[in-house]
């Protein structure tokens, strides 16, 4: 159980354009979710908290109107990076918060390379 | 604000032989620990997690914590590795109500053969 999708695993696009990634938790309910950015052969750095019917809540120097988040329901959250530039590219992964627990489940990550 | 210190950037170790990860974490109530390993190209895998109770705790695939809060640390050891241990492995502490992680930069283990 407690398994976290993500599509599509990698993605190539074009500057300016906008990409949009979803995360899925597939085997249970998850109220938050979260967003996470990782640069080659560095830690994992949180972006941003997405709450289901609420506004997400973004770390400091992210910017909300170009890293565009919506958790519509209770298995979905989406990222959408709009008018995408090379400095975007990047491995995103997203995890879910497993009910009543502190635990987080993480998707398999979504490489997006902007040319 | 919380950090996480993993101060061994790689490590290599022969199949079979013991493994410790260093982790050191500074907040300032008490922590919830994990260690998270991830493979290639890969999401994370919770391999164990420390709440309160017992400080030595139990993970998966052979995997063992102690947290010491006097030096506060939270080092991941192995008896024995595997091949299929190579990977990055990431100690984290979690805060806002525990569910809000801060991640350590990560250690790469390699095994040789």
């Known amino acids: 159980g407690a398994v976290v999708s993500q599509h599509p695993s990698r993605v190539i696009c074009k500057s300016g354009t906008s990409v949009k990634i979803e995360c899925r938790s597939l085997?249970?309910?998850?109220?938050?979710m979260f967003w996470y950015r990782q640069f080659p052969k560095q830690s994992l750095m949180l972006m941003a908290t997405?709450?289901?019917?609420?506004?997400?809540?973004?770390e400091q120097g992210v910017e909300k109107d170009k890293f565009l988040i919506n958790h519509a329901s209770l298995t979905l959250s989406t990222l959408t990076v709009t008018s995408a530039h090379p400095e975007d590219s990047s491995f995103y992964i997203c995890?879910?918060?497993?009910?009543?627990?502190?635990?987080?489940?993480f998707g398999p990550g979504t490489r997006l390379t902007v040319t | 604000a919380q950090s996480v210190t993993q101060p061994d950037i790689h490590i290599t170790v022969s199949e079979g032989a013991s493994l410790e990860l260093r982790c050191n974490y500074s907040?300032?109530?008490?922590?919830?620990l994990f260690w998270y390993v991830q493979s290639p190209g890969q999401g994370l895998q919770l391999l164990l997690k420390?709440?309160?109770?017992?400080?030595l705790v139990q993970g998966i695939k052979g995997f063992e914590a102690e947290f010491k809060r006097s030096q506060s640390s939270f080092n991941l050891r192995k008896p024995s590795v595997h091949w299929s241990d190579a990977a990055e492995y990431f100690c984290?502490?979690?805060?806002?109500?525990?569910?809000?992680?801060?991640f350590g930069t990560g250690t790469q283990l390699k095994v040789e053969l």
């Open positions: 995890s879910a918060n497993y009910p009543s627990s502190y635990e987080q489940y």
């Open positions: 085997d249970f309910q998850a109220t938050t």
């Open positions: 997405s709450n289901e019917g609420s506004k997400a809540t973004y």
């Open positions: 907040y300032g109530a008490t922590p919830y």
């Open positions: 420390y709440f309160s109770g017992d400080t």
């Open positions: 984290a502490v979690g805060t806002g109500g525990g569910n809000k992680l801060t």
